[in-house]
């Protein structure tokens, strides 16, 4: 009898065990679902900002990176698919996915570099000669609020006003868009200019604008 008892109550164990084991996985569970949808709300994040440079900029991710984004998506499908997450795969969308966010940093980076470095400076130039130079600064800060990424859509915005503000900043200084003036005030803003760069056009419109004074030459 006392045998009867002690195999009751090693059932009675090993049921509560198999209890506790399927409660833990369920929770084991619960928890890689619950990252899973976490991973999910970051990649659209990530696919929206992407999507607002994209609408709001000339900026074009590489192919590299679309492929990339497509490859993640088909991830995500099967996991939905299969009806449940697990941590293996959990953690590697996560780890890719963090190094392809900073790639597509660093394209942003490139992109607005080489879009607006030549503006800016012709911007640091201009804002010397004409009449209220706050517009080249106002122009140009709005430019730099796009300088990096994961910016909302309205530092995309204030990217796209700045560039037009520029525009008209050179429209009023009244030059045509290949005159030797403006390729003079390119020059003078990238560090380029020297004595040679003076012909007789940019002296007289320099003389005739009152902006001999503020031109400098340097060794």
């Not at 900026?59 to 995500?76: D, I, M, Q, T, W």
């Not at 099967?78 to 660093?106: C, F, H, R």
């Amino acid at each position: 009898m006392l045998i009867d008892s002690l195999n009751e109550c090693i059932i009675d164990m090993k049921t509560v065990r198999e209890m506790e084991t399927a409660s833990a996985d369920t929770k084991k569970q619960a928890t890689a679902d619950y990252n899973f949808k976490q991973l999910i709300l970051s990649l659209k994040q990530m696919i929206d900002e992407v999507n607002l440079a994209v609408e709001n900029s000339e900026f074009r991710p590489s192919e590299n990176v679309v492929s990339a984004l497509k490859s993640f998506l088909g991830a995500c499908d099967k996991i939905v698919q299969a009806g449940a997450a697990n941590n293996a795969t959990n953690q590697y969308i996560s780890s890719e996915s963090k190094k392809l966010y900073a790639v597509i940093g660093q394209e942003w980076v490139e992109y607005y570099s080489k879009t607006t470095v030549n503006i800016l400076s012709l911007l640091d130039t201009v804002k010397g000669i004409i009449l209220d130079e706050s517009r080249a600064t106002y122009a140009a800060n709005k430019i730099k609020k796009a300088a990096t990424w994961n910016t909302t859509i309205d530092n995309y915005n204030f990217l796209k006003q700045g560039m037009d503000e520029a525009d008209k900043i050179l429209e009023d200084l009244d030059l045509d868009k290949d005159s030797e003036i403006l390729a003079f005030l390119r020059l003078v803003s990238a560090g380029k200019a020297t004595i040679l760069s003076l012909t007789d056009e940019i002296l007289d419109w320099l003389n005739k604008e009152n902006l001999a004074n503020k031109i400098f030459l340097k060794f």
